[in-house]
Nanobody, 122 residues
Framework: QVQLVESGGGLVQAGGSLRLSCAASGRTFSIYTMGWFRQAPGKEREFVAAINWGSSTYYADSMKGRFTISRVNAKTMVYLQMNSLKPEDTAVYYC????????????????WGQGTQVTVSS
């Protein structure tokens, strides 16, 4: 009932910046929190950041200081601004949604996008 499309991934040089976008459609009235996850080859899926309808945010400790999650004045579009990118940031980045507003709870995400590849060269 919710469709998510990520965009903005690509190949960037270490130290560069990239902004990912996630557009939601369908029954968007059920969305109270949107988040970003990533998965690198050979590793488990990792939580990145989340933002709720009240614009409260939560970041994984390893992402703080370089990544910023934000939203437009609607719950249908979120962004992930990534600065000072490092090769270890290389991963597929996924957008997801959930029906509660507890941003620090990284479980209970209901819908997932297909992901967008981010590759950072050294």
């Amino acid at each position: 009932q919710v469709q998510l499309v990520e965009s903005g991934g690509g190949l960037v040089q270490a130290g560069g910046s990239l902004r990912l976008s996630c557009a939601a459609s369908g029954r968007t009235f059920s969305i109270y929190t949107m988040g970003w996850f990533r998965q690198a080859p050979g590793k488990e899926r990792e939580f990145v950041a989340a933002i709720n309808w009240g614009s409260s945010t939560y970041y994984a400790d390893s992402m703080k200081g370089r990544f910023t999650i934000s939203r437009v004045n609607a719950k249908t579009m979120v962004y992930l601004q990534m600065n000072s990118l490092k090769p270890e940031d290389t991963a597929v980045y996924y957008c997801a949604t959930k029906r509660d507003t507890v941003v620090a709870a990284i479980g209970n995400y209901d819908y997932w996008g297909q992901g967008t590849q981010v590759t950072v060269s050294s």
